[in-house]
């Protein structure tokens, strides 16, 4: 949520979302939980309530376990708290793809002069 918050927030100075200067943001992997950000998503991603939660399980019919009712409100959260961390601020992306992590040092190697 943290990584969602910040692509779809903009920089300092910037007139637009972080997400359309990004060709293909590359998501983290969170299978088999995925399902719960898009019913974060269609529930509400700025801090819902637990009535929100509750009138929208009762309007969809949806059954959802405490566990997870419990998972969706603080990711709601966490994505209202980050997106006001990280609007018109500078703060760097708080998710790097491993596989980019794991060849900069090979890369930096290979472009580096001795």
Avoid: C
């Avoid at 009535?51 to 959802?64: K, Q």
């Amino acid at each position: 949520m943290k990584y969602w918050a910040w692509l779809t927030t903009s920089a300092k100075g910037a007139n637009q979302a972080r997400m359309e200067s990004i060709v293909d943001p590359k998501m983290p992997k969170i299978a088999p939980f995925d399902y719960l950000i898009a019913l974060v998503a269609e529930i509400g991603l700025s801090g819902v309530s637990w009535s929100d939660i509750y009138h929208w399980v009762l309007l969809s019919g949806t059954n959802l376990r405490l566990w997870e009712i419990q998972q969706i409100k603080k990711l709601s959260m966490m994505y209202h708290n980050s997106a006001q961390q990280y609007e018109g601020t500078s703060i760097p992306s708080p998710y790097r793809d491993v596989d980019m992590v794991s060849q900069e040092p090979i890369n930096h190697l290979r472009t580096d002069k001795v």
